[in-house]
Every structure is written in structure tokens, then in C-alpha cells.
């Protein structure tokens, strides 16, 4: 029988549908207050580097979902395993929407190269979503 959806890709499902959940809860709550990113920019960076070093390494997104602290990370490429040789993290992280948004320069085995955008929201379990648009 034919699936139409993968189990990785019912997971990425998952966390983006969490998400989104949690950004209408959040705009629904008291008063318009602005929302604001949770840790810093560095602290965004930190859990950044620690998943994009697991994917170099050749572990799984899936692995650092069971970890101790978690990372949940919504990446197609990471989940269709390409292998990723390179990555360099941009300077400036930015506040947007309740996470930092974060540009990422990757490498990957056959030297092809694109540059991304990562939503990373710390703490335990931490975020990292992908998005291959600049704004």
C-alpha cells in the first residue's frame, strides 16, 4: 500500500503545525504585547552550531529529537541525507516572531553550496526550523 506521507515527514508536520499553534495562541493572548525571542542571539547560535556539527558528524535530525537536551529540527535536506561537509553561521542573529533568525552558509559533499535561514528558538526541547527564503 502506498503511503502519502513519510513518517519524517509527519514528524517536520508535527513541529511546524506545533509552531503555528503556538504563534495564534500566542498573538491571541492579553493585549498585543510584542513577543519577544526566548535566550540571545548567542544562545540561539550555540544550539545552532551543536545541530549543524551533529549533521556533519552524520547524525540524524531525528536523533537530536530524542537527546538529552532535545533539538527538534525541520531541515528536508538533513532528512533526505545529504551530507553536509561545511557550514558557516552568519554574524548577526535577529529577533523575528518569537525566535532568531539566523543565516547559514552550507556546503554540502559534491561542494554545492546554498545560503539558508534558520528559525532557532532555545531551551529544552529547542527548535531549529529552515527556510530557504531571505525575508
Excluded at 123 to 131: D, E, K, L, W, Y
Aim: proline fraction near 3%.
Amino acid at each position: 500500500m502506498n503511503r502519502l506521507i513519510t513518517g519524517k515527514q509527519f514528524q517536520q508536520l508535527q513541529v511546524v503545525s506545533f509552531y503555528c499553534l503556538s504563534l495564534i495562541a500566542v498573538g491571541c493572548s492579553s493585549g498585543g504585547s510584542e513577543i519577544h525571542a526566548e535566550g540571545s542571539s548567542t544562545d540561539a547560535k550555540t544550539v545552532l552550531t551543536k545541530a549543524l556539527d551533529a549533521w556533519k558528524s552524520g547524525a540524524t535530525a531525528e536523533s537530536l529529537g530524542k537527546a538529552e537536551p532535545r533539538i527538534v529540527v525541520a531541515d528536508e535536506d538533513w532528512t533526505a541525507g545529504k551530507k553536509l561537509t561545511q557550514f558557516t553561521i552568519g554574524e548577526e542573529g535577529a529577533e523575528n516572531g518569537g525566535h532568531w533568525r539566523i543565516p547559514v552558509k552550507l556546503t554540502f559533499e559534491k561542494k554545492n553550496s546554498t545560503e539558508v535561514h534558520y528559525a532557532v528558538t532555545p531551551g529544552n526541547p529547542a527548535s531549529i526550523i529552515r527556510s530557504d527564503f531571505s525575508d
